[in-house]
């Protein structure tokens, strides 16, 4: 797992890109890509897409 | 017996022929003309960009497929409509020009009932002085020949990078007023993942060059969705997902000539800036193909049925209004032509009433705004919903002047869109944006603020994502060739 001292490292002080957002920590990264975890969300958002093909057929 | 003739064999056409065909059986004609021999699943060129996917895996031949639904087909390019038909016969008709390698250079008038018109967009790569493969400066994905010549190139950069080289990539869009950012918003993500992948990551700076006004505008004025307990924005978002990807970025950017190795590019706040590149993917603008149009004695009216971007116009409102007063009843419901009711217009040939983007010009005067993005899914909902209605009037449910009444309705401010960027091809540790936008125009009477309902407004990254861009890949490719079940397949 990445740790903050690698992830912070593409911030620069002062910068008005880098400085002004939120970059994901380890666990955000660890979860993105830990497949229980992701065959659950892929559940989720195909039912959440389904939703809305329905909504969009009139 | 009527006939439908549809223009173009794309996302909106194929979707329009086939549920015709479907719904009318061999009572009536469907006649699809499209210049190309092939069917292609443009998203997945992005895959064919970075050597995931051959060009074979996301094209099949449409003859075959067309044959076997009774649909026949003209591999043609259409070029003029006389929708009031020509002195000695009210039959409107199509112009067209053979591309089949049997009959090439050959034109034929193809009478037609019904009209739909789904010829796509022209890609204008002329728009911006030395832009595209033709002239050599630039890359491109749009089509799978452009994305294999991009994934030739680019692993040419991993070789030399591998040599201990460094290469510039620089990815994005071409001109002002550019639409399809989410195609290049793939493209640069799926280059830094087999960059890392190939373990050249640190030989790459990758940066991102746009029209847009704020990054992960995407042409759709961007999206807030909820995140953590908040309501955020796609700006924060996108800019969190460059900054942990160590890609860098310009944005507001009108790209004004390339040339061999840099480009030149003027700012909102009229700065003009150079970019070198090693390796630049460009999107182009978008444009209508250049159908004309003739009335029964032959008098050119293309201005009448085509706006001057050449999309055709339907039932939208296009009076020209302050970005403060657009509604989301501007846009069209139906897509019919209002002067020619037998005449439809859908997925990106039909002229949006405006951008969705607020409209911004650099201080030169030089207008720099994305143009409306229209994706697959909206694009196979409209090419459906039109067929159905064109069926219906077939069937005699009511008459073309009832449409309006009567017709089935997919507005693009009351349909959604589920859209999957793809940020990493790979089935264990790939990614993907997975977002879903309701409505795809905002509509700020029903939902103040951000336009949109936050219900059904979502997006995250993860491996799920990219799960769902590969099965839908298979999906569409299968509902496409129309093999057992494709009609249960949503669009
Ligand atoms: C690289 C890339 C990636 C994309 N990824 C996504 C994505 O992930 N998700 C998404 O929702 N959307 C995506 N899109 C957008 C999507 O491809 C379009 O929304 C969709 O293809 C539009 O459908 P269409 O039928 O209007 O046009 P097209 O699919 O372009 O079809 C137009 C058809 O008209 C034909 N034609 C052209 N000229 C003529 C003529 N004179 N006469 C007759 N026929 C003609 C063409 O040959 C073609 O068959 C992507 C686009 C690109 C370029």
């Given amino acids: ?58 | 017996m009527a006939r439908i003739v549809v223009l173009g064999a794309g996302v909106s056409g194929h979707t329009a022929a086939t549920f015709a065909k479907h719904w009318l059986g061999d009572k009536h004609e469907v006649v699809v003309v499209s210049p190309n021999s092939k069917w292609n699943w443009i998203p997945s060129n992005i895959w064919v960009g970075v050597g995931e996917m051959s060009p074979e895996d996301v094209v099949f031949e449409l003859a075959p497929v067309y044959k076997k639904a009774g649909i026949d087909f003209k591999q043609a390019k259409a070029v003029s409509i006389h929708p009031e038909g020509k002195e000695g016969s009210d039959r409107p008709f199509v112009t067209v020009e053979y591309t089949d390698p049997n009959k090439k250079g050959e034109t034929e008038e193809v009478e037609y009932d019904y009209l739909i018109n789904a010829t796509g967009p022209k890609l204008n790569f002329a728009a911006t002085p030395g832009l595209g493969p033709d002239e050599g400066n630039s890359l491109s994905v749009c089509t799978y020949l452009h994305a294999a010549e991009a994934n030739t190139h680019f692993q040419n950069a991993i070789e030399r990078m591998k040599k201990g080289e460094k290469v510039k990539f620089l990815i994005g869009t071409g001109h002002g007023m550019c639409t399809c950012q989410g195609a290049a918003f793939e493209y640069i993500f799926n280059i830094e993942h087999e960059l890392r992948e190939a373990g050249v990551r640190d030989k790459a700076e990758i940066k991102w060059i746009s029209n847009e006004q704020f990054l992960g505008d995407f042409g759709v004025a961007g999206l807030h969705i909820k995140w953590g307990g908040h309501i955020v924005s796609s700006k924060v978002l996108a800019e969190s997902l460059f900054a942990e990807r160590g890609v860098d970025w310009i944005t507001g950017a009108h790209v004004k000539e390339v040339q061999k190795g840099k480009l030149q590019y003027e700012l909102l706040d009229g700065t003009e800036g150079e970019e070198t590149f090693d390796f630049a993917m460009l999107i182009p603008p978008f444009s209508g193909v250049g159908l004309k149009a003739y009335d029964k004695a032959g008098n050119d009216i293309t201005d009448k049925v085509f706006m001057p971007n050449g999309f055709m116009k339907v039932d939208a409102d296009y009076t020209p209004k302050p970005f403060e007063e657009w509604k989301a009843s501007d846009w069209p419901k139906y897509y019919q032509n209002p002067d020619y009711a037998n005449m439809f217009a859908v997925g990106i040939a039909f002229a949006p009433p405006h951008p969705i983007s607020k409209p911004a010009k650099s201080v030169n005067g030089t207008p720099i705004t994305p143009a409306p993005p229209r994706t697959g899914m909206p694009s196979g909902i409209i090419g459906k919903t039109v067929a159905r209605t064109v069926c219906d009037v077939i069937e005699g449910k009511y008459s073309l002047e009832e449409v309006k009444e009567k017709g089935h309705h997919a507005s693009m401010a009351e349909m959604g869109a589920a859209c999957v960027a793809s940020t990493g091809k790979s089935i264990w540790n790939g990614s993907a944006v997975a977002l879903t936008v309701y409505p795809v125009v905002p509509d700020y009477d029903r939902f103040p603020g951000t336009g949109r309902d936050p219900e059904y407004t979502f997006g995250e990254i993860g491996l799920a994502g990219h799960w769902i861009k590969h099965i839908l890949h298979y999906m569409f490719m299968w509902k496409a060739q129309l093999k057992p079940g494709w009609t249960l397949i949503p669009e």
Wanted: proline share 5%; hydrophobic share 40%.
């Fill in chain 1, 1 to 58: 797992m990445a740790d903050y001292k690698d992830i912070q490292k593409n911030i620069t002080p002062y910068d008005d890109k880098t400085y002004g957002t939120m970059i994901p920590g380890p666990f955000q990264r660890f979860l993105r890509t830990c497949k229980i975890w992701q065959f659950i969300r892929f559940i989720i958002i195909n039912l959440k897409m389904l939703a809305v093909v329905s909504k969009s057929h009139h």
